[in-house]
């Protein structure tokens, strides 16, 4: 079956500090790649998806690239304010009969101090 | 105003009795889902609905059961609860678009269950 893996955290950076998130998958077929970001009290909403492979993601200084060869979606950016500070989730989707099937990660909580 | 809203936000209940979760959105989308997340554990898929006629199983239905009042309308039933059905509740919309599996999702704020 389809899984995703990366790190719970908390991850703790400085303002300012580069800030790099590991995602792996394994999936049948050709996925769509997602992160979710989850501020607190809140749910969850779309951070940056990607399509197909070597494809990048990006919004609000957020990045990922499909890295097929290495099963990753990596998600960066070069540095990270306070309001970065919530539970980012990597997830995946694949078709299976007729249903888009997602696959969530556990999250990663980010932790920014100024 | 938000495009799905869920009801109540948090809730406390005792063991063995049935509640329901309420989830409403006005992004007509024709698919809505119900998650829970627990720590550790990310998100699990409990039910979805593709349409008013279509209801599926997901990974942990054991306990819960759904009703799919209208489009716009999907709502998550514990008939006995549980204390380990303790959780956070989600409920999620989207709309598959023309193009393969590009089906974000739209969450809402979720609600905090605990099942003493």
């Known amino acids: 079956g389809n899984s995703v893996t990366q790190m719970e955290g908390p991850v703790t950076l400085s303002e300012e500090a580069f800030l790099t998130i590991n995602c792996t998958y394994t999936a049948t077929g050709y996925p769509s790649l997602f992160w979710y970001v989850q501020y607190p009290g809140e749910g969850l909403q779309l951070l940056l998806k990607a399509t197909k492979a070597d494809d990048k993601g990006s919004n609000k200084g957020f990045e990922a690239t499909y890295r097929k060869e290495t099963t990753s979606f990596h998600l960066e950016k070069g540095s990270v304010q306070v309001s970065d500070s919530a539970v980012y989730f990597c997830a995946l989707t694949t078709l299976r009969g007729g249903y888009q099937k997602v696959t969530f990660g556990i999250g990663t909580k980010l932790q920014v101090i100024p | 105003d938000a495009d799905v809203t869920q009801t109540p936000r948090n809730r406390i209940t005792k063991t063995g009795k049935r509640i329901m979760l309420e989830c409403s959105q006005t992004?007509?989308?024709?698919?809505m889902y119900w998650y829970r997340q627990d720590p550790g554990l990310g998100l699990q898929l409990i039910y979805y609905?593709?349409?008013?006629?279509?209801?599926n199983k997901g990974e942990i239905s054991d306990g819960y059961s759904v009703s799919r009042q209208a489009q716009a309308k999907f709502s998550l039933s514990l008939e006995s609860a549980i204390p380990n059905q303790t959780a956070l509740y989600f409920c999620?919309?989207?709309?598959?678009?023309?193009?393969?599996?590009?089906?974000?999702?739209?969450f809402g704020p979720g609600t905090r269950l605990t099942v003493l």
């Open positions: 992004k007509g989308h024709d698919r």
């Open positions: 609905s593709f349409d008013v006629k279509d209801i």
């Open positions: 999620a919309t989207s709309d598959p678009g023309t193009s393969g599996s590009t089906d974000t999702q739209y």
